[in-house]
């Protein structure tokens, strides 16, 4: 098996809605597995929350979350931002669209300093996104 990255997100008793609307923008195939599955809940409340959940796409994007329990910190978007990469423009501009739905855009898709178009944002979950379509061209102006 080839090694990859695979992203792992946190949440607070919203992963499951994380996921599945992760899902909903990428496809694929999304498991969830909760604390009470694996009898690993230290807290009764906490049952039914999310101890590790996996989306694998079908273009390969694959990425995995969890809730945090409470007797842990959690910090929203502190630690990490999710970065989508790669050439194809209109699904890339796609995936930015529909994930900065309901979020913060701070820096629209567009022609950066380097030649791709890139953009950042935060989701509606507060989870930080980058996306970059390189092998943008542009024609001289004459």
């Known amino acids: 098996m080839q090694t ?11 992963a499951r809605d994380a996921m599945e609307f992760y ?3 990428f496809g694929g195939k999304l498991t ?15 049952d039914n929350q999310v101890m590790h959940s996996m ?10 979350a969890a809730d945090t329990p409470t ?13 989508i990469s790669g ?8 995936y930015f669209d529909r ?4 979020g913060s855009v701070s820096m629209p898709l567009e022609k950066a300093p380097w030649g791709d178009m ?13 996306v970059n379509v390189s092998g943008q061209t542009t024609s001289p102006t004459p």
């Open 4 to 14: 990859r990255l695979n992203p792992y997100l946190s949440f607070k008793n919203n």
């Open 23 to 25: 899902k909903s923008v």
């Open 32 to 46: 969830v597995s909760t604390f009470k599955d694996f009898n690993a809940s230290q807290d009764p409340s906490e």
């Open 55 to 64: 989306l694998e796409a079908e273009n390969g994007i694959t990425f995995m």
């Open 71 to 83: 007797r842990l910190e959690y910090k929203p978007g502190t630690n990490f931002s999710m970065s």
């Open 87 to 94: 050439d194809n423009e209109a699904e890339l501009r796609g």
């Open 99 to 102: 994930l900065a739905a309901g």
């Open 118 to 130: 890139f953009g950042m944002f935060t989701d509606k979950f507060g989870v930080s996104w980058l």
